[in-house]
């Protein structure tokens, strides 16, 4: 049906998952979908989670082969403390965070430490966490006008184009 509307469009198929104790077993029967079928698993945690969880659920899908990417970083506190987010991504995890989090115009705290971790190269990716239009729309053009203005254009190309696609073709990045 998409090719039909735009025959140069592709749609993949993924879901965010919300980490759990038999995720694995759900990635491996397909109960739960990779992102575009490469080993990329998109994970998200409760906001309450601590830091020793998310580390173990990363040791957990790296071990069984799979590579996981952070949903909505800026949502855990618990990665704000210095090093967190570098020993996540050294033991394997992708970080993915909100564009709108880099405008985030009614969280001023929260959008200085988003522009950190773009700037200090500690973001992999950014969605617009859209869920429905009229709920949730995409809100990304005050955050692209930021990181063309503030970032280096290769910043800006490796998150919006360079990552997003290696991810897709299943390649590390």
Request: glycine share 8%; aromatic share 10%.
């Amino acid at each position: 049906m998409a090719g039909e509307i735009a025959p140069d469009l592709t749609i993949y198929s993924g879901e965010e998952l919300f980490y759990h104790d038999g995720i694995v077993e759900a990635l491996q029967s397909g109960r739960a979908l990779s992102l575009g079928g490469t080993r990329y698993v998109l994970i998200e945690f409760s906001t309450t989670v601590s830091y020793k969880e998310i580390y173990q659920a990363v040791r957990q899908l790296t071990l069984a082969g799979y590579i996981p990417v952070l949903a909505h970083i800026e949502r855990f506190t618990c990665l704000r403390k210095s090093g967190c987010i570098e020993e996540l991504i050294q033991a394997g995890a992708y970080m993915q965070m909100n564009f709108s989090s880099l405008s985030g115009i009614n969280h001023p705290v929260e959008r200085i430490w988003c522009r950190k971790a773009v700037k200090k190269g500690n973001v992999h990716l950014l969605g617009s966490d859209m869920h429905r239009l009229d709920y949730r729309p995409p809100e990304i053009k005050k955050a692209v006008d930021w990181l063309l203005k503030d970032c280096k254009r290769e910043t800006f190309e490796r998150l919006t184009y360079y990552q997003p696609k290696k991810l897709l073709n299943g390649e590390l990045f």
